[in-house]
């Protein structure tokens, strides 16, 4: 409340927007309903775009547990010709290894069991375990000489996902949402979506959709698989639209009479709840989608926080307006039975990252939308663990590892950097952490140097310290 402003008053103000605000809100018109004289919820920055965009939203596809480069999407036919044999000290020389396999006495080469084929027009490399992927190699930019100094997962997903290794940044959602805002109005502007895992995988932590310290209005909204997709959607019992229409009237007239920002931020998320009641069961309603469209992700679609089904409820979150989606899959740590595992958790999601490149193509959302697959690290060319006929693991490994992106932007049917022979180290244009999101900003007409917040006399990027944009990535 406005100190100015009387009790007697404030009922007065709230008992005059009643009538107005609850009947936009109850007759669905979002314009009359903005009492606080904005059309969006999200209102980007001053002078944001800096430049014009290439992409105008992103989804990100992140592999929680560090996908296997080598068996995916970097093949190494001396790693195969050498299978068994104890890789070369000089290969790993250098290089921090875990705790895992730092004192394992025999490092046993383990090349890949699984056939490379040069696919599309475009000839990129992809695995047989991916043959959905395959069908989409002229759609995609995929790049095989990622680095990051993380070895172990947290510090390497909270770096991926925040451009630091210690908690307490902004994720990468809060930055481009505080920066751009959001064109939807009745949803979040960035939600974060998860599926997948069991029981010993590794945790996801909220800290990592979190906006920090940035306005809490870009915290990303994580969808639940059970009950209602966002807590407390449901009104409780004996709560009437019409009471609830009264409480969002009494809150906007305390924001039409008070200029403060933290206090605006804090009414905010008030409104956005009201809305999303009624706009969220439309968002996860699958019934108006075609079966052509369901059949394209595949069977396990209709399942609650199944993978197929999250990529598909990213799809219709962007067409809403929503700028950034992150959808979490965890299991892709493969410490043991990779023979096993790896093709599991590949037949669960490659149909379904193909049929969203597929989707938004057909739709003619891809070129402004940003469609990224990546993990936190790669895995090691030698085998952690015994090596036998049927079975081994690999270790972590941060100095080389894969990632694709479609679309916004990006070059597609282009593969960029190299590794060496045992895909250890980088040998041809290596793209660190920081490089990547600087591109990914870029693309996204922001300048990743100028995007900034200022916090107890310093000034923080997504980028820290470092970043460079790969022009040669952008087409």
Known sequence: MNPTQGRRSFLQAGGIALGSLA??????????????????????????????????????????GGPSQIDLFDPKPELVRRNGQ????????????????????AKPIVGSPWKFERCGKSGLEISE??????????????????????????????????????????????????????????????????????????????????????????????????????????RPGGVSRELEARLHAGIASVAAANEDAATLDDLAPYE???????????????????????????????????????????????????RFVQLYHRGWDHHKNLPARLPEKCELTDRAS??????????????????????????????????TKDDFARDHHPRCFSAWIAGGGFKSGFTYGQTDD?????????????DLQATMLHALGVDHLKLLYRREGRDYRLTDVGGRVIEDLLA
């Open 23 to 64: 009947f936009a809100q109850l007759s669905g018109n979002p314009v009359q309903a903005d009492a606080a004289g904005s059309n969006l919820t999200y209102p980007p920055l001053p002078n944001l775009p800096h430049f014009r965009p290439k992409a105008k939203r992103v989804i990100y596809l992140f592999q929680s």
């Open 86 to 105: 104890e890789i070369p000290a000089a290969a790993i020389a250098g290089q921090r290894l875990t705790t895992m396999t730092a004192e394992q006495s």
């Open 129 to 234: 375990l991916l043959p959905h992927l395959r069908r989409v190699a002229d759609d995609i930019c995929l790049v095989r000489s990622l680095q990051t100094e993380a070895i172990n997962h947290d510090p390497g997903i909270t770096l991926m996902q925040t451009g630091h290794q210690q908690p307490g940044r902004p994720s990468m959602g809060s930055w481009v949402t505080y920066g751009l805002g959001s064109e939807a109005e009745n949803l979040p502007a960035f939600l974060v979506l998860v599926s997948g895992g069991k029981p010993g995988d590794q945790p996801l932590y909220q800290r990592l959709w979190s906006s920090a310290f940035l306005p809490s209005r870009y915290d990303g909204l994580r969808f639940q698989s059970t009950g209602d997709p966002a807590p407390y959607l449901s």
């Open 272 to 322: 956005l709840a009201f809305k999303m009641q009624a706009s969220i069961p439309d968002l996860v309603d699958f019934a108006d989608e075609s079966e052509e469209t369901l059949a394209l992700y595949g069977d396990d679609v209709r399942e609650p926080g199944s993978y197929a089904g999250q990529c598909l409820l990213a799809r219709r979150a962007i067409e809403r307006g929503v």
């Open 354 to 387: 193909a049929a969203l490149v597929t989707d938004l193509k057909r739709r003619g959302l891809l070129d402004e939308t940003m469609v990224v697959w990546a993990g936190e690290f790669g895995r090691t060319a030698y085998c952690q663990g015994e090596l």
């Open 422 to 434: 045992f895909s250890c180290s980088v040998t041809e244009n290596p793209v660190h952490v920081h």
